[in-house]
Protein backbone atom coordinates (compact mmCIF):
# COMPACT_ATOMS: atom_id res chain seq x y z
CA UNK A 1 0.00 0.00 0.00
CA UNK A 2 1.18 3.45 -1.10
CA UNK A 3 1.56 6.19 1.34
CA UNK A 4 -1.18 8.63 0.15
CA UNK A 5 -3.80 5.37 0.50
CA UNK A 6 -2.28 4.34 4.03
CA UNK A 7 -3.24 8.21 5.07
CA UNK A 8 -6.66 8.32 3.67
CA UNK A 9 -7.39 4.76 5.45
CA UNK A 10 -5.97 6.29 8.87
CA UNK A 11 -7.98 9.47 8.37
CA UNK A 12 -11.37 7.39 7.47
CA UNK A 13 -10.95 5.12 10.40
CA UNK A 14 -10.10 8.57 13.05
CA UNK A 15 -13.15 9.97 11.65
CA UNK A 16 -15.73 6.77 12.54
CA UNK A 17 -13.96 6.75 16.19
CA UNK A 18 -15.08 10.63 16.40
CA UNK A 19 -18.41 10.17 14.49
CA UNK A 20 -18.89 7.04 17.10
CA UNK A 21 -17.29 8.55 20.06
CA UNK A 22 -19.26 12.19 19.72
CA UNK A 23 -23.00 10.71 19.42
CA UNK A 24 -21.97 7.94 22.72
CA UNK A 25 -21.00 10.88 25.23
CA UNK A 26 -23.58 13.29 23.81
CA UNK A 27 -26.28 10.83 24.41
CA UNK A 28 -25.75 9.59 27.61
CA UNK A 29 -27.16 11.13 31.10
CA UNK A 30 -29.99 13.11 29.64
CA UNK A 31 -32.62 13.04 31.43
CA UNK A 32 -35.87 15.90 31.68
CA UNK A 33 -37.10 14.48 35.20
CA UNK A 34 -34.28 16.06 37.18
CA UNK A 35 -34.84 16.38 40.90
CA UNK A 36 -36.25 20.02 41.85
CA UNK A 37 -32.18 20.74 43.23
CA UNK A 38 -30.74 20.35 39.58
CA UNK A 39 -30.80 23.07 36.44
CA UNK A 40 -32.49 21.23 33.12
CA UNK A 41 -32.11 22.29 29.82
CA UNK A 42 -28.75 23.84 30.76
CA UNK A 43 -25.67 23.83 32.03
CA UNK A 44 -23.36 25.56 35.45
CA UNK A 45 -19.70 25.59 35.49
CA UNK A 46 -18.22 25.24 39.06
CA UNK A 47 -14.72 26.34 40.25
CA UNK A 48 -13.30 25.34 43.41
CA UNK A 49 -10.17 26.60 45.27
CA UNK A 50 -8.88 25.60 48.72
CA UNK A 51 -10.89 22.17 48.83
CA UNK A 52 -12.38 19.15 47.42
CA UNK A 53 -15.62 20.14 47.04
CA UNK A 54 -17.96 16.63 46.39
CA UNK A 55 -21.60 18.10 45.65
CA UNK A 56 -23.45 20.96 44.96
CA UNK A 57 -27.31 21.03 45.43
CA UNK A 58 -29.10 24.45 44.84
CA UNK A 59 -33.00 25.16 46.17
CA UNK A 60 -34.84 27.72 44.20
CA UNK A 61 -37.59 30.39 45.40
CA UNK A 62 -39.81 29.66 41.77
CA UNK A 63 -41.09 26.74 40.17
CA UNK A 64 -38.84 26.92 37.14
CA UNK A 65 -35.99 26.45 38.90
CA UNK A 66 -34.63 30.36 37.86
CA UNK A 67 -34.17 31.98 41.50
CA UNK A 68 -31.63 30.36 44.09
CA UNK A 69 -32.71 31.21 47.03
CA UNK A 70 -29.67 28.65 48.70
CA UNK A 71 -26.63 26.27 48.02
CA UNK A 72 -25.70 23.19 49.93
CA UNK A 73 -22.00 22.56 49.51
CA UNK A 74 -20.87 19.07 50.64
CA UNK A 75 -16.70 18.61 50.82
CA UNK A 76 -14.28 16.22 51.54
CA UNK A 77 -12.88 16.07 55.01
CA UNK A 78 -10.25 18.39 54.18
CA UNK A 79 -12.55 21.64 54.78
CA UNK A 80 -13.92 20.86 58.34
CA UNK A 81 -14.27 23.96 60.12
CA UNK A 82 -12.65 26.64 57.29
CA UNK A 83 -14.73 29.41 55.81
CA UNK A 84 -16.39 29.65 52.83
CA UNK A 85 -17.47 31.92 50.18
CA UNK A 86 -19.43 31.72 46.73
CA UNK A 87 -19.83 33.90 44.24
CA UNK A 88 -22.09 33.46 40.36
CA UNK A 89 -21.33 34.16 37.17
CA UNK A 90 -24.69 35.49 35.02
CA UNK A 91 -25.23 37.80 32.61
CA UNK A 92 -27.82 39.69 35.65
CA UNK A 93 -26.73 40.76 38.60
CA UNK A 94 -24.69 38.78 40.62
CA UNK A 95 -26.84 38.33 43.80
CA UNK A 96 -24.47 38.39 47.77
CA UNK A 97 -24.31 35.07 49.13
CA UNK A 98 -23.20 34.17 52.87
CA UNK A 99 -22.03 30.68 53.94
CA UNK A 100 -21.60 29.11 56.86
CA UNK A 101 -18.01 27.57 58.47
CA UNK A 102 -17.95 23.59 57.06
CA UNK A 103 -19.69 21.47 59.65
CA UNK A 104 -17.52 18.31 60.60
CA UNK A 105 -19.75 15.74 60.72
CA UNK A 106 -21.81 16.59 57.52
CA UNK A 107 -18.66 18.30 55.75
CA UNK A 108 -21.30 20.94 54.30
CA UNK A 109 -21.91 24.48 54.18
CA UNK A 110 -25.14 26.27 53.80
CA UNK A 111 -25.19 29.62 51.50
CA UNK A 112 -28.06 31.95 51.11
CA UNK A 113 -28.69 35.46 49.94
CA UNK A 114 -28.07 38.16 51.79
CA UNK A 115 -30.68 40.14 49.66
CA UNK A 116 -32.18 39.17 46.36
CA UNK A 117 -32.65 35.53 45.14
CA UNK A 118 -29.67 34.41 42.64
CA UNK A 119 -31.48 34.79 38.72
CA UNK A 120 -30.16 33.14 35.31
CA UNK A 121 -26.68 32.04 37.23
CA UNK A 122 -24.48 30.49 34.45
CA UNK A 123 -21.63 29.73 37.17
CA UNK A 124 -20.61 29.21 40.83
CA UNK A 125 -17.09 30.34 42.07
CA UNK A 126 -16.81 28.20 45.50
CA UNK A 127 -13.65 29.61 47.77
CA UNK A 128 -12.64 27.62 50.68
CA UNK A 129 -10.40 29.92 52.94
CA UNK A 130 -7.12 28.09 54.07
Known amino acids: MRKPTKILVALA ?3 LAVVGG ?3 LTGTGLTNNAGATQF ?3 TVSQAVTGATLSAVNYSFADSTNNAIDEVL ?3 ASDADGKQVSINFTT ?3 AAVFTCTDVEAVTHTS ?3 PVAANQLGADGINVTVAA
Request: glycine residues 28%.
Open 13 to 15: FGG
Open 22 to 24: STA
Open 40 to 42: IGG
Open 73 to 75: LTF
Open 91 to 93: TGT
Open 110 to 112: TCT
